[in-house]
């Protein structure tokens, strides 16, 4: 994700900052739309846009707009880039840098609606263009990656970048500018170069491919549910299910596969034959000997990443993917994973122990199996911390909790957030806010698009329209997706304690974009080092859980009461709760995802046998699947963004953990001090220094795993 954006400058590309999507929209074939009938200067995506701090224009934008305006924004981009590389001038910082900087403003204006619409409203003439689109974005961005003269002139800056008299900015973008070139096969020659060329182009027809399979193998299968089945499941998922076949154009209720049906769906239904049913078809997405069958596809992504790691000097993708991340090598993450494993491992197995006491105490005599941890561990769940899910959601209303996201921003960063009715949306659910400095000054809009849709793939995430950009004064332009279920008109959105910190997740991404302050749009914002992007949006989820600001915004929808102490300590302890299992379920993803990397000969690997094997080898317990299953595993196989990069997620559980620890040691959890040297250190510097300077600039030293440990409740297990 990292190395995808601060190619920005070269190559214009989307970046979703994912956290755990799955797509579940429907998906057809279809061709193209066709090219709007417009000379190119009436397409309303080319050209200066008129609207409020340049926002896009959606109100004019149309499906046909889009090949135009990507075709030419393409070849506006090669012009520039030609321009640069055939400067009969000596390369300087400012005729090479600044000028690749500045150039593809116009493609990348174009990408990120265009992705961003891909995302939230897709329909099938948006897919068919994406389709069509993907493989020519990717050969538009190797062939500039592989421009031997544009790279020559980097090349002859960075070797005499001492002599150059760099401002720290300068010498870091110069530097990362030099990395990406290197590791987009710059260097190369001759037949490597065209084989390196084609190995790229060819997997991001893969990575389509792969995500596609998942959504088509997703879409086959659907399961009805009786009269007798709704009459023991609670209303919420009653009114899901019944959605769910609105959508299908079927009648009554059913269960499809995406996660926010059925994992309420395995922790409420007493009906273990249709768990079962549903547990393997929600495991085995992508492996069912089908037309969509991913296993081939993996095995030929692995085949072709190896090689293009072999080409460019790593040993494996595992080493290519880690060199110049926070953590360095596959070794490091390996370590940190292993030494969270033991722990958590041996709760999980306490946890099973508490399960089948459960299962045996109902007069059931079999083992504990994967359709059965989430109903009885709902179980145990209820009788222990005794919280129902709706007495809770009472007091989580969804406007109130965006008043308290940037309640703690102000507090925090001294911002202001004021909705705005006149900023052009592409669909009516999404809302805009200016985010202004104490003084009223602008600094960025922020987009909220709350709700779920289709066309809509599942999870949340942060994107953007614009980053900042300290070149041309830009301000950030950035978008929070989540998938909350919208209310009938007039009611109030109740969600979860787990959407309630989603929501500040996906905030935390949001002000890494909106507080970017540096000069160079391509080391902005979110363009970190991936194991080091989820530390803003992770350590942003601990101020939801501070009982001070519960008590301000978690405030009863119909009495106005705040939520009582009582109630908020039991939803507070309960968030340790089933952690063991929660741990091994991303290991067991995060392992495989490493080891897949790790081999060096993918090309008659059986997918089943090799996720067998190594969740084995760590004597993973049988229960307990992976969070994502090899064939629909999307961070690993869809892109490159979190290939060999799952751990990432705990990379960051240990930084942001460590990080708000400093709060709590401070007495204070809106510490000016701390604060300022938050947004300035990490949230503002964007990639301007190495992440692990950013983080001891921060902490005063490099990351403590303790603190994870503690926060999931496994303080006991540490040897
Ligand atoms: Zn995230």
């Known amino acids: 994700m990292t190395r995808t954006r601060t190619l920005a400058a070269l190559a214009p590309v989307l970046l979703l900052l994912a956290c755990e999507p799955e797509p579940e929209d429907s998906m057809e074939t279809a061709t193209p739309a066709p090219a709007a009938e417009v000379d190119p200067v009436d397409n309303p995506l080319l050209g200066e846009w008129e609207t409020p701090f340049g926002a896009p224009p959606f109100h004019l934008i149309e499906n046909g707009h889009f090949i135009p305006a990507f075709e030419a924004a393409m070849e506006a981009h090669n012009a520039e880039i030609e321009a640069i590389a ?61 421009n031997p003269e544009l790279f020559a002139r980097v090349d002859a800056l960075y070797r005499e970048h001492e002599e150059l008299g760099l401002s720290s900015q300068e010498a870091r973008l110069l530097e990362v500018t030099h990395e990406n070139f290197v590791r987009a096969g710059a260097q190369l020659e001759g037949p490597d170069r065209d084989r390196f060329a084609e190995i790229r182009t060819h997997l991001a027809g893969l990575y389509t491919q792969f995500t596609q399979n998942d959504v088509g193998d997703s879409e086959i299968w659907m399961m009805h549910l009786a009269q007798e089945d709704l009459d023991e499941l609670p209303r919420s998922l009653v009114s899901s299910a019944r959605r769910a076949a609105e959508d299908r154009g079927e009648d009554g209720h059913i269960i499809v596969l995406s996660r926010s049906l059925v994992e309420p769906f395995l922790q409420r239904s007493p009906n273990r034959a ?111 911390f005794d919280l129902d899910d709706a007495e809770v959601s009472a007091y989580l209303e969804l406007d109130r909790l965006i008043e308290a996201q940037f309640y703690v921003a102000e507090r925090l960063f001294g911002v202001r957030f004021e909705e705005r009715d006149d900023i052009p949306v592409y669909h009516p659910d999404v809302r805009v806010w200016e985010m202004t400095d104490a003084d009223g000054n602008h600094m960025g809009l922020f987009y909220g698009d709350y709700f779920a849709r289709s066309g809509k793939r599942a999870g949340a995430w942060m994107s953007s329209f614009r ?77 939801l859980a501070q009982p001070q600001i519960l008590e301000q915004f978690a405030i009863h929808h119909e009495t106005g009461e705040p939520m009582p102490t009582e109630l908020l300590e039991r939803v507070l302890a309960a968030r340790t709760f089933n952690q063991g299992f929660s741990t091994v379920e991303f290991l067991n993803s995060g392992f495989v995802d490493m080891a897949f990397h790790l081999e060096t000969e993918p090309t008659s690997l059986d997918v089943e046998a090799f996720e067998a094997q190594v969740l084995a080898s760590r004597e993973s317990p049988d229960a307990i699947p992976m969070r994502h299953r090899s064939t629909h595993f999307l961070h690993s196989f869809a892109g490159e963004g979190y290939a060999a990069g799952y751990y990432s997620y705990l990379w960051a559980g240990v930084l942001d953990n460590d990080g708000f620890a400093a709060f709590t040691e401070a007495g204070d959890i809106f510490d000016p001090e701390l604060a300022r040297s938050l947004r300035e250190n990490v949230l503002a510097a964007g990639n301007t220094i190495p992440a692990m300077d950013a983080f001891v600039a921060f902490r005063g030293r490099e990351p403590s795993v303790e603190p994870l440990l503690r926060s999931r409740g496994f303080g006991d297990l540490i040897p």
């Open 274 to 384: 249709q768990r079962e049913e549903v547990w393997r078809a929600f495991y085995e997405r992508g492996n069912n000997d089908n037309e969509f069958d991913n296993k081939d596809l993996i095995r030929e992504i692995l085949e072709l990443r190896l090689e293009m790691a072999n080409l460019l000097g790593f040993e494996t993708f595992a080493h290519y993917r880690t060199a110049g991340t926070m953590a360095g090598t596959p070794e490091a993450a390996l370590e940190l994973m292993e030494e969270v494993w033991w722990p958590a491992r041996a709760r999980a197995m306490e946890e099973q122990g508490d399960i089948q006491a459960r299962i045996e105490a109902a007069g059931l005599d079999h083992e504990v199996a994967g359709w059965d941890w989430r109903f009885f561990t709902e179980q145990v769940r209820e009788e222990r």
């Open 467 to 543: 980053p900042q950009n300290g070149l041309t004064g830009a301000t950030p332009l950035i978008l929070n997706n989540c998938n909350y279920n919208k209310p009938a008109d007039g009611e109030p959105a109740l969600i979860s304690f787990t959407d309630a910190t989603t929501l500040f997740h996906e905030f935390g991404h949001a002000l890494h974009g909106l507080l970017s302050d540096t000069e160079f749009p391509s080391l902005a914002g979110t363009s970190v080092d991936r194991d080091f992007v989820e530390f803003p949006a992770q350590i942003y989820e601990h101020w």
């Open 86 to 146: 055939s400067n009969p001038e000596a390369p300087t910082f400012q005729n090479t840098m600044v000028a690749m900087e500045l150039a593809g403003s116009e493609l990348q204006r174009v990408s990120l609606v265009f992705s961003n619409l891909t995302s939230s409203v897709a329909d099938d003439e948006i897919r068919a263009i994406q389709r069509e689109m993907s493989p020519r974005l990717a050969a538009h961005s190797a062939a500039i990656a592989l």
